[in-house]
């Protein structure tokens, strides 16, 4: 006599088997779930619990149980977790806060090398001292579990975020003078003339450029080949180069020095260049920072050997940012500098006066615009 099989059948509206269709068909949600509608749309096609169980490859006890859920709760019910669900949590909401605590302390402090944190390091110090801080759960820490409770929280000592700790208690005071610098200049391009005899200069200087020779010869883009300069990736140094160089707000000219260093000594030769340079009736006004050489008794004493000559305004500190030579710079950096090759630090030389007179043969004058329509003119 054939097996009849006493368990209740499924009687479900056909928007329930076509919801189940659609979730056995799925690709985003749980794979537990999408096992679970399939297990009760072949249950409620007639398939047996052994037949189902061979063609997705589980076992009896698993589709009896999802096949009773939903006898019991409903399709719905059944392909949803029960409350309570999973293994219990074994680290405590205590033990997890001091795990935390440790990492925004520094590792120097508890007595290791590192400045900062990795989480192998604090997994081991808090397996070192869990016991004895009152959280045995801890004592098999792994990194992984580390890494989760650090990111619930978030908190990532491995990190660094740079900012700016110190700021100039008369930045907005500085920065205004010197945005009605730039109001001034742009207001004479507006008229075509300056409204007065005086020299805008945005000066700064560019430390620190390389004088890097190949080890062997740049190989030029072959078509078919290959489409980029070929070059070796190792080099030869030759020491640096400082360019001191100040553009002229008005006319675009670059006024610029290049030496091998940027004392005192290099900034009032800039200066004496720019008191040759411009009429000896004209105030000559520069936008610089606060380096020291700017500010140093030598220079003082050159000032003083030419009174009302020069006026400086000076930038605010950490807000080297409000010089327009450094968008200059910037332009430098990206066309001659990048890439570049020389075979002395005398070619290097050469190469950037060659670019100065280059670019004052087509000057481009550079504007300030953020923030100067909201101010006055003084």
Not at 89 to 101: D, F, I, Y
Not at 170 to 198: I, N, S
Request: contains cysteine; hydrophobic residues 40%; glycine residues 6%.
């Amino acid at each position: 006599m054939p097996f009849v099989s006493r368990r209740s059948k499924l009687k479900l509206p056909q928007v329930e088997v076509t919801w189940l269709r659609q979730w056995s068909q799925s690709r985003s949600e749980a794979a537990g779930r999408v096992e679970r509608a399939e297990i009760l749309l072949r249950y409620y096609q007639g398939e047996t619990v052994s037949g189902i169980a061979a063609a997705l490859r589980t076992n009896r006890p698993r589709v009896e149980r999802c096949i009773a859920k939903a006898l019991e709760l409903g399709v719905r019910g059944a392909l949803q977790d029960l409350p309570g669900r999973g293994r219990r949590p074994v680290l405590s909401a205590e033990a997890r806060a001091w795990v935390v605590a440790l990492a925004r302390q520094k590792p120097k402090h508890l007595g290791y090398a590192q400045e900062l944190w990795t989480t192998r390091l604090l997994a081991k110090h808090v397996r070192k001292h869990g016991v004895a801080a009152g959280h045995p759960s801890l004592q098999h820490l792994a990194r992984g579990t580390v890494s989760k409770i650090l990111s619930a929280q978030p908190v990532q000592p491995h990190k660094i975020e740079y900012s700016l700790g110190r700021r100039d208690a008369e930045f907005d005071t500085k920065m205004k003078q010197v945005l009605h610098v730039y109001r001034q200049v742009e207001l004479w391009h507006k008229a075509g003339v300056p409204a007065e005899l005086t020299a805008v200069l945005s000066y700064d200087e560019k430390l620190g450029i390389q004088a890097l020779e190949n080890t062997a010869r740049d190989l030029p883009p072959v078509p078919g080949r290959h489409q980029r300069v070929g070059r070796d990736h190792e080099y030869v140094r030759h020491g640096t180069l400082s360019l001191l160089a100040g553009i002229d707000l008005w006319s675009a000219e670059v006024l610029g020095l290049v030496r091998d260093r940027h004392r005192s000594a290099e900034f009032i030769e800039f200066l004496r260049l720019a008191d040759v340079h411009y009429p000896s009736d004209a105030r000559i006004r520069l936008v610089l920072d606060n380096h020291s050489a700017h500010v140093s008794r030598e220079t003082r004493i050159f000032l003083a050997t030419v009174p009302n000559r020069f006026e400086f305004i000076f930038t605010p500190t950490h807000g080297s940012w409000l010089n327009l030579i450094e968008s200059f710079f910037g332009k430098m950096a990206r066309t001659l500098l990048r890439g570049i090759r020389v075979k002395s630090k005398k070619e290097l030389k050469t190469r950037l006066e060659m670019y100065l007179c280059e670019v004052n043969e087509e000057p481009v004058v550079f504007r300030w615009k953020y923030k100067l329509e909201t101010l006055s003119v003084v």
